[in-house]
């Protein structure tokens, strides 16, 4: 099956700073989603983002589907972005089952 | 909208015991619901698919009997843990899309501990 691996696996920042999330997956995709878990285990939907690119606040997300990647930038961080970030695609031909990438867990320090 | 919930949030039992967890979706139909499953520190993973008023289909590994599903409404879809052993204990999540979109969105999540 699709293998879809993010980097990097864990990340410290100090409140204000940026950081760029990466989503590599090994196959073509129909769909591609970003989440947020917080630390109470609740997904939060992002982005929607199966090509090109989306900004909502300080978050903006790119997919370039042709060479398999997406970016999740995070500017001006905040404590409140703490936590896991995954991403999750919906492989061609797969139906609509979401396989989700190995996560970022993040941490925002003051 | 697109709002999904989950009850409980939080179920401890006992080893051998059976616990239900519900999965609503409570502003759109859901016609397919999925069941998640993540053990800490690790990512989902997929455990079945059910469709309304159709039998769920299971991932490879997962146990049917064990983990038994019923979606017998556009709005409600249920996982059954039958006879827990402490290797279940985990964070379940569903999530649920409409024939409009495929997005999925997601519950809060139930943490079961089977001691």
């Known amino acids: 099956g699709i293998q879809v691996e993010q980097s990097p696996p864990d990340l410290i920042l100090q409140e204000g700073a940026n950081s760029t999330l990466r989503c590599n997956f090994s196959?073509?995709?129909?769909?591609l989603q970003w989440f947020h878990q917080n630390p109470w285990g609740q997904l939060i939907n992002l982005f929607y983002?199966?090509?090109g690119t989306k900004q909502n606040g300080r978050l903006s997300a790119t997919t370039v589907a042709t060479e398999r990647y997406s970016l999740l930038y995070i500017s001006s961080s905040q404590t409140t972005d703490s936590g896991v970030y995954f991403c999750?695609?919906?492989?061609?031909?797969?139906?609509?089952?979401?396989?989700f990438g190995t996560g970022t867990q993040l941490k925002v320090e003051l | 909208g697109a709002v999904v919930s989950q009850h409980p949030s939080r179920v401890i039992c006992k080893s051998g015991t059976s616990v239900k967890i519900e999965c609503r979706s409570l502003?759109?139909?859901?016609?397919?619901m999925f069941w998640y499953r993540q053990f800490p520190k690790q990512s989902l993973m997929l455990m079945a698919t059910?469709?309304?008023?159709?039998?769920?289909?299971?991932e490879q590994g997962v146990e049917k009997d064990k983990f038994l599903i019923n979606h017998a409404s556009l709005t409600l879809s249920t996982l059954t843990v039958t006879s827990a052993h402490p290797e279940d204990s985990s964070f379940y999540i569903c999530?649920?899309?409409?024939?409009?979109?495929?997005?999925?969105?997601f519950g809060p999540g139930t943490r079961l501990t089977v001691l």
């Open positions: 999530s649920a899309t409409s024939s409009v979109t495929d997005t999925q969105y």
């Open positions: 059910s469709n309304e008023g159709s039998k769920a289909t299971y």
């Open positions: 502003d759109f139909q859901a016609t397919t």
């Open positions: 196959d073509s995709v129909n769909n």
């Open positions: 983002i199966p090509s």
């Open positions: 999750a695609v919906l492989p061609l031909g797969g139906g609509n089952k979401l396989t």
